[in-house]
């Protein structure tokens, strides 16, 4: 459970799923429990993307053509 101060003393917050690693398994899962109506925590220790980042080149990626770089796909 997540807490924080506010003006009227600590608030608690509870999350139905938690999501490690922002890379596109991670927003994936983000999409699919937001659309399930779930609430959800998605922690990267970065930047969106995860290691898609500091990808040159991402080939046989679903639903694309080409090679696009990881930060373009990201």
Known sequence: ???YQ???GI???SYDV???G???AGLS???YCGRAGLKALLLEGTAPGGQLLLADRIGNY???TGEPGGPELA
Request: no cysteine.
């Open 11 to 13: 608030f608690w917050r």
């Open 1 to 3: 459970m997540e807490h």
């Open 6 to 8: 506010g003006k009227a």
């Open 22 to 24: 922002g890379g596109p």
């Open 62 to 64: 679903p639903g694309l």
């Open 18 to 20: 938690l999501i490690i």
């Open 29 to 31: 899962a983000g999409l």
